[in-house]
């Protein structure tokens, strides 16, 4: 009963910004950190950003460090990520993933319980 659900990705131009977000239904959202993953046509899934339960912690790929700053609103059980400076090699789709453990801050995909379905984001070159 557990989902997971993204929005926000869309079509853009190289150097635009965007938001992503991602809200949460059966899981008590506190209680997870939470991450964001991208996976472009022919790629493995690669990790983006993390953040602990409460917000204070985060952790950031050396590709998006900088540009990409992952956030979350406990109080609507909403993890966003807003894309700065973009690039094509941007451009993927990106998941939200929940951790039981709180203070994870997980790199790795099989450390996740939970999956959203993605949100495409087309950076244009």
């Known amino acids: 009963q557990v989902t997971l659900v993204e929005s926000g990705g869309e079509l853009v131009q190289t150097g635009d910004s965007l938001t992503l977000s991602c809200v949460t239904f059966?899981?008590?959202?506190?209680?997870?950190?939470m991450g964001w993953f991208r996976q472009a046509p022919g790629e493995e899934r690669e990790f983006v950003a993390t953040?602990?339960?409460?917000?204070?912690?985060?952790d950031y790929a050396d590709s998006v460090k900088g540009r990409f700053t992952i956030s979350r609103d406990n109080t609507k059980n909403t993890l966003y990520l807003s894309l700065n400076r973009l690039k094509p090699e941007d451009t993927a789709v990106y998941s939200c993933?929940?951790?039981?453990?709180?203070?994870?801050?997980?790199?790795?995909?099989?450390?996740?319980?939970?999956w959203g379905q993605g949100t495409q984001v087309t950076v244009s070159s």
């Open positions: 953040i602990d339960w409460s917000g204070s912690n985060t």
């Open positions: 059966g899981l008590p959202f506190s209680s997870y950190s």
């Open positions: 993933a929940a951790n039981k453990n709180p203070v994870g801050q997980e790199r790795q995909v099989q450390k996740y319980n939970h």
